[in-house]
């Protein structure tokens, strides 16, 4: 859907020739100025726009692919797999650090009954 209408060359000399008429000869090259500073004015707010919605644009595509990036590094096969193996070794972790802590607190050595008894014997 275009929204500017189409001019063709017979269209511009039309125009030219009415305001030629309407403005005058000594004014229309300030108005033929004016017209082409309002025109690079409206062109520039144009880009602006187009610049901001691709900004925007930008912007959701990378926030879609973030979300995206995360769902992949949270749902992959790897990633359960040491999440499922933490969760297992977590008790037997535990459990060893309160062995090594019992064991720092009490630090009289645990004899071996065999070894006790050879040195009962001799």
Same mark, same amino acid.
Request: aromatic share 4%; hydrophobic share 45%; proline share 5%.
């Given at each position: 859907? !275009?929204?500017?209408?189409? /001019? +063709? /060359?017979?269209?511009?000399? #039309?125009?030219?020739?009415? $305001?030629?008429?309407v403005v005058g000869p000594r004014d229309l090259p300030r108005m033929m100025r004016q017209a082409g500073r309002m025109a690079a004015k409206a062109k520039?707010?144009? $880009? &602006? /726009?187009?610049?901001? /919605? @691709?900004?925007?644009?930008?912007?959701? &595509?990378? =926030?879609?692919?973030?979300?995206?990036?995360?769902? #992949?590094? !949270?749902? !992959?096969?790897?990633?359960? %797999?040491?999440?499922?193996? @933490? +969760?297992?070794?977590? *008790?037997?972790? &535990? @459990?060893?650090?309160? &062995?090594?802590? $019992? #064991?720092? @607190?009490? *630090?009289? *050595?645990?004899?071996?009954? +065999? $070894?006790? =008894? %050879?040195?009962?014997?001799?």
């Amino acid at each position: 859907m !275009n929204l500017v209408p189409q /001019f +063709g /060359f017979l269209e511009l000399i #039309l125009i030219a020739v009415v $305001a030629l008429i309407v403005v005058g000869p000594r004014d229309l090259p300030r108005m033929m100025r004016q017209a082409g500073r309002m025109a690079a004015k409206a062109k520039s707010m144009a $880009a &602006e /726009f187009t610049a901001a /919605f @691709d900004q925007m644009a930008r912007e959701t &595509e990378m =926030e879609e692919l973030r979300k995206e990036i995360d769902a #992949l590094k !949270n749902d !992959n096969v790897v990633a359960q %797999a040491k999440r499922d193996l @933490d +969760g297992a070794v977590k *008790p037997i972790s &535990e @459990d060893l650090r309160k &062995e090594a802590s $019992a #064991l720092k @607190d009490d *630090p009289t *050595p645990v004899a071996d009954s +065999g $070894a006790s =008894e %050879a040195a009962s014997k001799s």
